[in-house]
T-cell receptor, first 121, second 116 residues
Framework: GAGVSQSPSNKVTEKGKDVELRCDPISGHTALYWYRQSLGQGLEFLIYFQGNSAPDKSGLPSDRFSAERTGGSVSTLTIQRTQQEDSAVYLCASSYGREGREGFKAGYGYTFGSGTRLTVV | AQTVTQSQPEMSVQEAETVTLSCTYDTSESDYYLFWYKQPPSRQMILVIRQEAYKQQNATENRFSVNFQKAAKSFSLKISDSQLGDAAMYFC?????????????FGEGTQLTVNP
């Protein structure tokens, strides 16, 4: 698609429920990133995909968080047994995944989606 | 680990005036990239300007320019002729050039208000 698409735009869930957040990256972008942005704060890295594999999942805050990517395209972030502290905006970004200056010139400063605002009540 | 610090939680500027947003970072790497992103209420992060660490020349994009001081690890953003549409949250970000697939590390952000 023309941009990174995230769904749903907003999600309200009850504490203890599971939620799935979806990210549809730009076609051809091999790298995909998930970030979390708590109210009034900067972005916190969660996980990075290159193709379907996740070489860096060091930012996932607990084992309640998991993510997968299929077909080198759509990614799903799943939060199990949601807690109130999980309330945040979850942002997805994609890029060509090229490294070094070639990637920089290609503008691999990422393209972000508009995020999913998750509210746990 | 790299860190990015924005010491100004909020800034304001009069329309048509100039404002400078501060950013410092900490790294032991020599190859890296720095970015400024703008986040309006729509939540989407918009790339404003970017800088390669190996280039001494400061990047410029129309009304936006940076003052990159590599030795001081400082990367400030100057917005000239401020417009109402510049009002947003601004984030400074760092990306390693030495690690494959490295993530962006963001500062805490500066909320910019533009007064008419």
């Amino acid at each position: 698609g023309a941009g990174v698409s995230q769904s749903p735009s907003n999600k309200v869930t009850e504490k203890g429920k599971d939620v799935e957040l979806r990210c549809d990256p730009i076609s051809g972008h091999t790298a995909l990133y998930w970030y979390r942005q708590s109210l009034g704060q900067g972005l916190e890295f969660l996980i990075y995909f290159q193709g379907n594999s996740a070489p860096d999942k060091s930012g996932l805050p607990s084992d309640r968080f998991s993510a997968e990517r299929t077909g080198g395209s759509v990614s799903t972030l799943t939060i199990q047994r949601t807690q109130q502290e999980d309330s945040a905006v979850y942002l997805c970004a994609s890029s060509y995944g090229r490294e070094g200056r070639e990637g920089f010139k290609a503008g691999y400063g990422y393209t972000f989606g508009s995020g999913t605002r998750l509210t746990v009540v | 680990a790299q860190t990015v610090t924005q010491s100004q939680p909020e800034m304001s500027v009069q329309e048509a005036e100039t404002v400078t947003l501060s950013c410092t970072y900490d790294t032991s790497e020599s190859d890296y990239y720095l970015f400024w992103y703008k986040q309006p209420p729509s939540r989407q992060m918009i790339l404003v300007i970017r800088q390669e660490a190996y280039k001494q020349q400061n990047a410029t994009e129309n009304r936006f320019s940076v003052n990159f001081q590599k030795a001081a690890k400082s990367f400030s953003l100057k917005i000239s002729d401020s417009q109402l549409g510049d009002a947003a949250m601004y984030f400074c970000a760092y990306r390693s050039g030495e690690t494959s697939g490295s993530r962006l590390t963001f500062g805490e952000g500066t909320q910019l208000t533009v007064n008419p």
